[in-house]
Nanobody, 120 residues
Framework: QVQLVESGGGSVQPGGSLRLSCAASGSIFSIYDMGWYRQTPGNQRELVATITKSDTTNYADSVKGRFAISRDNAKNTVYLQMNSLKPEDTAVYYC??????????????WGKGTLVTVSS
């Protein structure tokens, strides 16, 4: 019943920008940590950025200074602003969140992913 839906992926040239959004919906009591991960063919899914409920953030070294994660708790939404994009940023980006449902059961949820392609 609880789900995460990503949006905002697309194709962009090196040096360009994209803004990803991920909205949680369903029978939600509270959302704790949220984050973005990415995956390319043949590789493990890797952490890009995370943000706590009180806005503490951390980033992978490869995106520091270029990406910014933020959240709007009133909208149950997390964002990833991606600037100065590089070809190596090309991947499927997945949203993740630890969500407590109204039943008071808590677990990690994953979105289905959105494709970001950076090429010239």
């Amino acid at each position: 019943q609880v789900q995460l839906v990503e949006s905002g992926g697309g194709s962009v040239q090196p040096g360009g920008s994209l803004r990803l959004s991920c909205a949680a919906s369903g029978s939600i009591f509270s959302i704790y940590d949220m984050g973005w991960y990415r995956q390319t063919p043949g590789n493990q899914r890797e952490l890009v950025a995370t943000i706590t409920k009180s806005d503490t953030t951390n980033y992978a070294d490869s995106v520091k200074g270029r990406f910014a994660i933020s959240r709007d708790n009133a909208k149950n939404t997390v964002y990833l602003q991606m600037n100065s994009l590089k070809p190596e940023d090309t991947a499927v980006y997945y949203c993740n969140a630890f969500i407590v449902a109204t039943s008071r059961a808590g677990m990690n949820y994953w979105g289905k992913g959105t494709l970001v392609t950076v090429s010239s």
